[in-house]
């Protein structure tokens, strides 16, 4: 089962040192997910990587630099109204996701993005009374995943409360991923975090497996 890590909204100690060393442990995927950065931080974080690690970054702001600096792809919140088709946003590596807050908007959006996140899954570990998802939800999500073809392409990625005892279960419901924040971002080392939980995840094994092209 695939993981990917949502950067912190807020700036933190060593961030770039961080992601850099997060990339090297393995990431296939960083949501850069910073509502108050600029364009001008936005793109020397971009110009700092390697291509081939900028191709494994999806923008959640500044999408117009997805195409002139070589990013992996963009991301839409739910509150954005996310197009339907993204067809002419998606970036170097052709990745579009978005976020989904109900099991209806899911259902919507198979087929037409690369990746859904859903969420809350499980309590937030970052944003305190968040979640988790009604049991009669989280029902009908597992429903709607099990029903799925083996050419349904779109990844289907737990978000919220995500951590090494709750990645099983995002398993069992049929996620083809999840995507970490407070699990990766609040631990004391961040990258042995994240390669004790990426671990966790591979072992799982995976269902649907869409990674902008390297």
Known sequence: MKLVVLSPPDDRVSE?????ALFEAGLVRYHLRKPAWSAERTAGL??????????????????EMVRSL????????????????PAVQRGAGGFASRSCHDVRTVRAALGQYDA??????????????YGPMPPHVRDELRDLL?????????EVVAL????????????????DGAAVLGAVWDAPDPVSAFVTLNTASSALGAVNTRTPSP
């Open 16 to 20: 770039q040192e961080i992601v850099r």
């Open 46 to 63: 971009l110009e700092s990587l390697p291509p081939t690690w900028r191709r494994r970054v999806i923008l959640h702001c500044h999408h």
């Open 70 to 85: 070589g990013a992996g792809g963009v991301h839409f919140r739910d509150a954005d109204h996310a197009p339907e088709d």
């Open 116 to 129: 859904v996140f859903i969420c809350p899954v499980f309590a937030s570990l970052s944003k305190p009374g």
């Open 146 to 154: 099990a029903a799925r073809t083996t050419q349904q392409s779109t």
């Open 160 to 175: 919220g409360g995500v951590t090494a005892q709750t990645l099983t279960d995002c398993h069992r419901l049929g996620f």
